[in-house]
Nanobody, 122 residues
Framework: QVRLVESGGGLVQEGGSLRLSCAASGRTFSSYPMGWLRQAPGKEREFVALITTSGSSDDYLDSVKGRFTISRDNAKNMVYLQMNSLKPEDTAVYSC???????????????WGQGTQVTVSS
Protein backbone atom coordinates (compact mmCIF):
# COMPACT_ATOMS: atom_id res chain seq x y z
CA GLN A 1 0.00 0.00 0.00
CA VAL A 2 1.27 3.47 -0.91
CA ARG A 3 -0.29 6.73 0.27
CA LEU A 4 0.53 9.88 -1.68
CA VAL A 5 0.14 13.50 -0.55
CA GLU A 6 0.91 16.39 -2.90
CA SER A 7 1.88 19.96 -2.01
CA GLY A 8 3.31 23.04 -3.65
CA GLY A 9 0.49 24.13 -5.94
CA GLY A 10 -0.76 27.69 -6.14
CA LEU A 11 -1.34 30.72 -8.32
CA VAL A 12 1.52 31.93 -10.50
CA GLN A 13 1.86 34.34 -13.40
CA GLU A 14 2.64 33.17 -16.91
CA GLY A 15 6.36 32.50 -17.23
CA GLY A 16 6.74 31.75 -13.56
CA SER A 17 7.83 28.58 -11.77
CA LEU A 18 6.46 26.16 -9.20
CA ARG A 19 7.84 23.06 -7.58
CA LEU A 20 5.38 20.34 -6.67
CA SER A 21 6.22 17.76 -4.03
CA CYS A 22 4.72 14.36 -3.35
CA ALA A 23 5.26 12.62 -0.03
CA ALA A 24 4.79 8.86 -0.15
CA SER A 25 4.25 6.49 2.71
CA GLY A 26 4.85 2.78 2.52
CA ARG A 27 7.92 0.58 2.46
CA THR A 28 7.51 -0.30 -1.21
CA PHE A 29 7.80 3.25 -2.57
CA SER A 30 11.17 2.69 -4.21
CA SER A 31 9.82 -0.30 -6.13
CA TYR A 32 7.28 1.78 -8.07
CA PRO A 33 7.74 3.95 -11.11
CA MET A 34 6.19 7.31 -10.25
CA GLY A 35 4.41 9.94 -12.24
CA TRP A 36 2.50 13.18 -12.29
CA LEU A 37 -0.89 13.38 -13.94
CA ARG A 38 -3.07 16.44 -14.45
CA GLN A 39 -6.66 17.25 -15.21
CA ALA A 40 -7.97 20.61 -16.31
CA PRO A 41 -11.64 21.61 -16.06
CA GLY A 42 -13.63 20.08 -18.88
CA LYS A 43 -10.68 18.08 -20.15
CA GLU A 44 -9.54 14.49 -19.81
CA ARG A 45 -6.78 13.53 -17.46
CA GLU A 46 -3.32 13.30 -19.05
CA PHE A 47 0.06 12.12 -17.95
CA VAL A 48 2.64 14.86 -17.50
CA ALA A 49 5.83 13.11 -16.46
CA LEU A 50 7.03 9.66 -15.43
CA ILE A 51 10.19 8.45 -13.74
CA THR A 52 11.64 4.97 -13.26
CA THR A 53 12.26 3.38 -9.86
CA SER A 54 15.91 4.42 -9.81
CA GLY A 55 15.32 7.81 -11.38
CA SER A 56 17.63 6.97 -14.26
CA SER A 57 15.01 7.46 -16.95
CA ASP A 58 11.99 9.67 -17.45
CA ASP A 59 9.31 10.58 -19.96
CA TYR A 60 7.28 13.71 -20.56
CA LEU A 61 4.16 14.96 -22.25
CA ASP A 62 5.31 16.70 -25.44
CA SER A 63 3.89 20.06 -24.42
CA VAL A 64 5.95 20.20 -21.21
CA LYS A 65 9.29 18.87 -22.52
CA GLY A 66 12.08 21.31 -21.76
CA ARG A 67 9.97 23.12 -19.17
CA PHE A 68 9.14 20.46 -16.54
CA THR A 69 11.52 18.12 -14.71
CA ILE A 70 10.51 15.12 -12.61
CA SER A 71 12.81 13.77 -9.92
CA ARG A 72 12.66 11.47 -6.92
CA ASP A 73 14.48 10.88 -3.66
CA ASN A 74 13.96 7.28 -2.58
CA ALA A 75 15.69 7.85 0.75
CA LYS A 76 13.06 10.44 1.63
CA ASN A 77 10.10 8.81 -0.15
CA MET A 78 9.61 11.97 -2.21
CA VAL A 79 8.81 12.80 -5.81
CA TYR A 80 9.08 16.29 -7.28
CA LEU A 81 7.93 18.16 -10.35
CA GLN A 82 9.83 21.33 -11.17
CA MET A 83 7.73 23.45 -13.51
CA ASN A 84 9.31 26.40 -15.30
CA SER A 85 8.04 28.81 -17.96
CA LEU A 86 4.48 28.05 -16.94
CA LYS A 87 1.65 28.78 -19.37
CA PRO A 88 -2.08 29.32 -18.77
CA GLU A 89 -2.74 25.98 -20.47
CA ASP A 90 -0.80 24.28 -17.65
CA THR A 91 -3.62 25.19 -15.28
CA ALA A 92 -4.97 21.95 -13.78
CA VAL A 93 -5.12 19.76 -10.71
CA TYR A 94 -1.85 17.86 -10.55
CA SER A 95 -1.79 14.43 -8.93
CA CYS A 96 1.07 12.18 -7.97
CA UNK A 97 0.72 8.54 -9.00
CA UNK A 98 2.45 5.21 -8.51
CA UNK A 99 2.28 2.03 -10.54
CA UNK A 100 3.81 0.02 -13.33
CA UNK A 101 5.13 2.10 -16.23
CA UNK A 102 2.49 0.88 -18.68
CA UNK A 103 -0.24 1.57 -16.14
CA UNK A 104 0.93 5.13 -15.60
CA UNK A 105 1.02 5.76 -19.35
CA UNK A 106 -2.48 4.31 -19.62
CA UNK A 107 -3.67 6.60 -16.79
CA UNK A 108 -4.50 3.56 -14.65
CA UNK A 109 -2.12 3.95 -11.69
CA UNK A 110 -2.25 1.64 -8.72
CA UNK A 111 -2.16 4.59 -6.33
CA TRP A 112 -2.72 8.33 -6.65
CA GLY A 113 -3.10 11.32 -4.39
CA GLN A 114 -5.84 13.92 -3.96
CA GLY A 115 -4.02 16.44 -6.10
CA THR A 116 -2.90 20.04 -5.81
CA GLN A 117 -4.27 22.96 -7.84
CA VAL A 118 -1.96 24.86 -10.16
CA THR A 119 -3.33 28.04 -11.70
CA VAL A 120 -1.34 30.08 -14.22
CA SER A 121 -2.63 33.57 -14.95
CA SER A 122 -1.92 35.41 -18.20
Amino acid sequence: QVRLVESGGGLVQEGGSLRLSCAASGRTFSSYPMGWLRQAPGKEREFVALITTSGSSDDYLDSVKGRFTISRDNAKNMVYLQMNSLKPEDTAVYSCAAGAWYKLRALRPDYWGQGTQVTVSS
